[in-house]
């Protein structure tokens, strides 16, 4: 029954999860730490900023807008010029393959960072190949203990941004090899979110 109810669970939160994203959610790469008075409240647009990941020239934020070319023309009238906008078509967990989620506040000597991770077409793979890659990364933080925790990471057609919280990003590559998960670029960011 108790495995009936994780998978009912799970479901749940991957379909509720899913529909949020597929309605209209963007990771942006940025130039530049995005200008919160620009991007947070109302707009005429109806976009809305989920997360901002700042860290200079290498900047991140995840926004929902109606479609990418509503975001688009929030971003012309805004001024907000970006290097790239991927569409989110899922966001994985800890709680997707079983874990816990991240707790809060950020612990002593950690860092927030997000990885990209060159992975073609992983937004697409279905929900077992999801929690399977939840379950590894699951898997390799229980091996490295508590100086790793995994927040949550958004899945794209091209890759995914995972956002992490580690003492290093050395400590962030040993995490990939043992979770079977490439890495890419590793930028240590401030984190804050609506």
């Given at each position: ?9 799970i ?15 963007f ?14 409240g109302?707009?005429s647009f ?17 926004m ?12 012309k ?14 966001i ?103």
């Amino acid at each position: 029954m108790q495995n009936f109810r994780n998978t009912l669970a799970i479901s749940i939160m991957s379909i509720s999860l899913t529909t949020g994203a597929l309605a209209g959610q963007f990771v942006l790469e940025l130039n530049e730490p995005l200008d919160l008075d620009l991007a947070v409240g109302p707009n005429s647009f109806g976009v809305v900023l989920d997360e901002a990941l700042s860290a200079g020239a290498d900047s991140y934020a995840v926004m929902t807008a109606e479609n990418e070319d509503t975001l688009r023309a929030f971003l012309k009238s805004a001024r907000i010029d970006t290097e790239k906008i991927s569409e989110v078509l899922f966001i994985n967990s800890p709680e997707i393959g079983g874990g816990e989620p991240t707790t809060t506040p950020l612990r002593d000597g950690h860092g927030v960072y997000v990885i990209e991770r060159p992975i073609p077409g992983v937004g697409f793979l279905g929900l077992d190949k999801k929690q399977k890659i939840s379950r590894n990364s699951n898997a390799a933080i229980a091996k490295l203990g508590d100086i790793v925790q995994w927040d949550h990471s958004y899945l794209t057609g091209e890759g995914t941004y995972c956002v992490y919280r580690a003492d290093s990003p050395e400590t962030l590559r040993e995490h990939g090899v043992l979770a079977g998960a490439p890495i890419g670029k590793i930028t240590r960011v401030s984190q804050s979110g609506n």
